[in-house]
């Protein structure tokens, strides 16, 4: 189903504003595996917040802003769910702290896992930028979310 689509479904079953408007629609990780386990997470609700790197947003791109609606895509770019932006903040990447990583809901959700693997993942997001990353200082946004839709009695088991 088309994101869009899906919601203005969300928007009807909700009840949501007229004029409430979906910002992006967008999936977690890069390879397909990684994009349906994140997925996942989400619909779940373990996964309730996610980190990027403010300053390889490209001039046109806004930073996500509390309130906003989007749609999380799985891989084969399929509507998973609806979420709504609770807040984003920007911290330095080595200020990031263990409340955050464990509502990113990954791996073991400790600090320190979190640190290596978005370590990894942002030097190869600023390798292709032709940037070096700074692991002190590099500016990272903190956004946390809640899935509005679908509603928890129409999410389906992931365990089968």
């Known amino acids: 189903m088309n994101p869009a689509v899906y919601f203005e479904q969300a928007k009807q079953v909700l ?3 007229a004029d409430a408007k979906l910002t992006s629609a967008y999936k977690f990780g890069d390879q397909a595996e990684q994009t349906n386990q994140l997925g996942a ?3 779940a609700g373990t996964k309730t917040a996610t980190a990027s790197a403010a300053d390889l ?3 046109d791109e806004p930073l996500p802003q509390v309130g906003e609606y989007d ?3 799985d891989a084969n770019d399929e509507p998973l769910c609806v979420t709504k932006t609770d807040s984003v903040t920007i911290k330095p ?3 990031v702290d263990a409340t955050h990583a464990y509502r990113e809901g990954e791996g073991d959700r400790s600090l320190a896992y979190w640190r290596q693997v978005h370590q990894d993942f942002f030097e190869a997001e600023y390798q292709e ?3 070096k990353f700074d692991l002190e200082q590099a500016p990272i946004v903190l956004e946390q979310f809640h899935v509005i839709y679908p509603v928890k009695s129409e999410v389906s088991d992931f365990s089968d």
Do not use: H, K, T
Request: glycine residues 6%; hydrophobic residues 55%.
């Open 129 to 131: 930028m032709g940037r």
């Open 93 to 95: 990447f080595s200020e």
């Open 57 to 59: 947003y490209e001039a």
């Open 15 to 17: 009840n949501l504003p």
């Open 71 to 73: 749609v999380v895509l």
């Open 41 to 43: 997470l989400v619909v």
